[in-house]
């Protein structure tokens, strides 16, 4: 099993410029979670899906980020435009709500994103 | 809404020390509650993991207990090492399919 895949891990990119960054859920799994983590903010949610479907994108700090899940083996956040500010790590975890894993989340290694 | 605090660091010991980092929650139901490690440049990784009141999670010398009573989790080791070095970070969800919300991390460095 390959784990979560995260593409790229790391994005250095000008300010208004577009960034999308990929994920690929660990197969079977049913709920893809995208988290950011800051220095300042920590680790905190920016929406999740479950098979594929937004369930809470009450974390997505506003309108220039949209994220889309358009099958169960892919999914993408998408930054229009960018600023300094979203400057972050970025991680993609996914999890299986039955079995013996419960609610344990599987974590990707990250983009580390850079908005000059 | 629920939350987690622990402690901050960073957390500095010699090898062969006893480690304590404490964790404390607030939460509205009957979280499982989690302890999650960050190597440098690596994603977050399961440590340790307790569903209900009084489990104990255990996992590579780390233990942690469910006090519902003083609604902590707060992770021990009672012998580190310099692999041990790393980011830890405790968490709660309220149930499977259910976002996790972490505390800030604490850093752990451990010297030879």
């Known amino acids: 099993d390959a784990g979560v895949i995260q593409s790229p891990r790391h994005e250095v990119t000008e300010m208004g410029q577009e960034v999308t960054l990929r994920c690929k859920p660990i197969s079977g799994h049913d709920y893809l979670f995208w988290y950011r983590q800051t220095m300042m903010r920590g680790l905190e949610l920016l929406i999740y899906?479950?098979?594929?479907?937004?369930?809470?994108d009450s974390g997505m700090p506003e309108d220039r980020f949209s994220a889309k899940m358009p099958n169960a083996s892919f999914s993408t956040l998408k930054i229009q435009p960018s600023e300094p500010r979203d400057s972050a790590v970025y991680f993609c975890?996914?999890?299986?709500?039955?079995?013996?894993?419960?609610?344990?989340?599987?974590f990707g290694p990250g983009t580390r994103l850079t908005v000059l | 809404g629920d939350s987690v605090t622990q402690m901050e660091g960073p957390v500095t010991l010699s090898e062969e020390a006893f480690l304590t980092i404490n964790c404390t929650y607030t939460?509205?139901?009957?979280?499982?509650l989690f302890w999650y490690v960050q190597y440098p440049g690596e994603g977050l990784q399961l440590l340790l993991k307790a569903t209900k009141a009084d489990d104990k999670g255990s996992n590579k010398g780390f233990e942690a207990t469910y006090r519902k009573e003083t609604t902590s989790f707060h992770l021990e080791k009672g012998s580190v090492q310099v692999s041990d070095s790393a980011v830890y970070f405790c968490?709660?969800?309220?149930?499977?399919?259910?976002?996790?919300?972490f505390g800030k991390g604490t850093t752990l460095s451990v010297s030879s």
């Open positions: 968490a709660l969800s309220e149930g499977p399919g259910t976002a996790l919300i």
């Open positions: 939460a509205t139901g009957y979280p499982s």
């Open positions: 975890a996914s999890s299986l709500a039955s079995g013996r894993s419960g609610n344990e989340q599987f």
């Open positions: 899906f479950n098979n594929n479907v937004p369930i809470d």
